[in-house]
């Protein structure tokens, strides 16, 4: 999954970012609602975490903005706001949950998980085509009932192409999604991963296709 995290406290950023990315995530940083605002128009995310006291202004106004262009990615508010009436006011200005600081990043990561399962309309992680079955929130992938040990970048790129068998990934969109917005590395490093990725599924009914000057696409069968 890639996450922005718009929050201005580097430090629990930093924190963030180090949890998130040690479960296999990608999170790009914002620290202000401008940037915030650049990185949204460039890039997909799966779930925006969103702190509300900002330096350029207040977070809420991020969410207005992010509701009106009928964006439907999942926002989760950092708040130090305890207040009921507070909670009840980002909830109806579109946040999908919050979290009060201080936060226990365990909580946090629940919550995330929580948020997305809701967005997929499933309770159910587990993805199962023919003899493959994929848990994304466990990280784990099995054939044939064998588990198949993968790194989290190739975890993440079989999550993209698994939840839409059939569909036609384009090079840039993988490396987006893949990759933060910081990290020094060119688009060919999806196919060194696409390479690893096939050998992992040999044994599987599952089949990752290149398409010249399209991209890749996961083929069930």
């Known amino acids: 999954m890639k996450f922005l995290l718009v929050e201005d406290n580097i430090e629990l950023a930093n924190a963030i970012s180090s949890r998130m990315q040690f479960d296999g995530h990608v999170v790009d940083h914002a620290e202000r609602i401008k940037d915030a605002l650049a990185f949204q128009d460039t890039g997909e995310y799966d779930l925006i975490l969103l702190d509300i006291m900002l330096p350029d202004g207040d977070g809420r106004s991020f969410l207005k903005q992010h509701r009106a262009g ?23 200005l579109g946040a999908d949950d919050y979290v009060t600081k201080p ?26 085509l023919g003899n493959v079955a994929f848990d994304p929130v466990a990280g784990s992938l099995t054939i044939d009932d064998a588990l198949i040990n993968l790194r989290n970048r190739e975890l993440r790129l079989l999550e993209l192409l698994i939840n839409a068998p059939g569909q036609v990934f384009p090079k840039h969109k993988l490396f987006d999604r893949l990759f933060a917005y910081d990290e020094d590395v060119s688009e060919n490093a999806i196919e060194v991963y696409i390479g690893r990725l096939r050998k992992h599924l040999e044994s599987s009914d599952l089949n990752i296709t290149t398409l010249r000057g399209l991209g890749y696409r996961l083929d069930h069968g």
């Open 70 to 92: 009928k964006k439907d990615t999942p926002v989760i508010v950092l708040t130090a706001r305890s207040q009921v009436s507070d909670r009840i006011s980002m909830l109806d």
């Open 103 to 128: 936060f226990d990043h365990e909580e946090l990561q629940a919550r995330c998980r929580a948020v997305l399962r809701r967005k997929s309309g499933t309770a159910q992680t587990i993805i199962r």
